[in-house]
């Protein structure tokens, strides 16, 4: 029993339930969105389509692949909507705060290991680099105005 208790206890059990509820909520965003804004802006455009009611017959079967157009419409909607709004944002933050945290190094020339611009000296092929000057923070690059009191 203490098993079954340390495995429901887990944090890895307690975020993916966290990650299923919030999965529902966000769905239910998303659905709202596409319902509200996108499925009208479609029908300014000619009508919003419905193939819901869209079937064939083979001896006495009805196969309703309509329903499959809709969901499918709806699919491309949902996944464009999440791309563009969530995907796409996300991406280009994440990039920006790579592009900072790749400013400080480079690649040696000989191993191709990343190491520091400042480096003389590869730490993995211990092969000798020249030093690249590393961007300095707008406080060291400033210069120091002189105190009153050595003005006198």
């Known amino acids: 029993m203490n098993g079954f208790r340390q495995f429901l206890m887990q944090g890895n059990l307690v975020q993916l339930a966290v990650a299923v509820v919030i999965g529902a909520v966000f ?3 998303v659905t709202a969105f596409t319902e509200g804004f996108i499925t009208p802006l479609i029908g300014v455009f ?3 389509p419905t193939f819901g009611e ?3 017959e083979v001896n006495g079967s009805r196969f309703l692949y309509g329903q499959f157009i809709d969901a499918a419409v709806s699919f491309l909607l949902t996944a464009a909507i999440v791309y563009f709004f969530v995907v796409l944002p996300m991406t280009k ?3 920006r705060f790579a592009a900072k945290e790749e400013a ?14 400042a480096a003389s000296r590869c ?3 211990t092969s000798e680099v020249t030093p690249e000057t590393v961007p300095a923070t707008a406080s060291e690059s400033a210069p120091s105005a ?7």
């Open 146 to 152: 002189p105190s009153a009191s050595s003005a006198s």
């Open 27 to 29: 769905a239910d965003l």
């Open 104 to 117: 400080v190094n480079r690649e040696c020339p000989h191993c191709r290991s990343e190491i520091s611009k």
């Open 46 to 48: 000619g009508g919003v």
């Open 123 to 125: 730490a993995y092929c």
């Open 54 to 56: 869209l079937y064939f």
């Open 93 to 95: 933050v994440l990039e």
